[in-house]
């Protein structure tokens, strides 16, 4: 299994760009999550699906759109791109669903780190 | 307020010390916590999960504290692999985890 995968690695943007992050996983996860990770900031919640056709907004969704068209892959779009994107991002799957599991570990991709100047 | 708090470091110790990293969280109705581990520029990784009775695995002892709302993680004889950001991972309920911003260890020879 890859896993979770993620492409690009490294963008440089111009304010104003559009661009989407691909995130996908191999292992049948319904549970996918976009993070955005900024110095002393921890990781920051984007967007989320429960499943093919089902997504969320997370605590920090301005400026993204998400879909879930299959249960693999979940692409996230910067419709116009800021300087305050610059950041890291990072893809998660998990095994659950449910908010109440006891144990829902994330699998992380390698992340996309993104500047746009 | 956040709602998972950490210090954030840096640890410096040497070889072969015990270290304790703390974490406090907010919401009371939270239900289920964890320790994932970073390295430098890399993506985290579950270290493992926290039970309320507390749980050990290898030389990692993790322990959770839910009258005064903190989660404890315990490092025996470190080894300079160590070295890394540990993350206090929180499940408030809601369909996400809440990140704390980390506390780094660096393991000195």
């Known amino acids: 299994n890859a896993g979770v995968t993620q492409t690009p690695k490294f963008q440089v943007l111009k304010t104003g760009q559009s661009m989407t992050l691909q995130c996908a996983q191999d292992m049948n996860h319904e549970y996918m999550s976009w993070y955005r990770q900024d110095p002393g900031m921890g990781l920051r919640l984007i967007h989320y699906s429960v499943g093919a056709g089902i997504t969320d907004q997370g605590e920090v969704p301005n400026g993204y759109n998400v879909s879930r068209s299959t249960t693999e892959d979940f692409p996230l779009r910067l419709l116009s791109a800021a300087p305050s994107q610059t950041s890291v991002y990072f893809c998660?799957?998990?095994?659950?669903?449910?908010?109440?599991?006891?144990?829902?570990?994330?699998?992380f991709g390698p992340g996309t780190r993104l500047t746009v100047l | 307020r956040k709602e998972v708090e950490q210090d954030p470091g840096p640890f410096n110790v040497p070889e072969g010390a015990t270290v304790a990293f703390n974490c406090t969280y907010s919401?009371?109705?939270?239900?289920?916590f964890f320790w994932y581990r970073q390295d430098c520029r890399k993506e985290p990784k579950l270290l493992m999960s926290v039970y309320s009775s507390g749980n050990e695995d290898g030389r990692f002892t993790a322990q959770l504290n839910r009258a005064s709302q903190y989660i404890s993680l315990l490092i025996r004889d470190s080894k300079l692999s160590d070295s890394a950001t540990y993350l206090c991972?929180?499940?408030?309920?809601?369909?996400?985890?809440?990140f704390g911003s980390g506390t780094r260890l660096q393991v000195q020879p």
């Open positions: 991972v929180v499940n408030t309920g809601r369909r996400a985890l809440t």
């Open positions: 919401n009371s109705a939270s239900q289920s």
């Open positions: 998660a799957s998990s095994y659950s669903r449910t908010s109440g599991s006891s144990y829902n570990e994330q699998f």
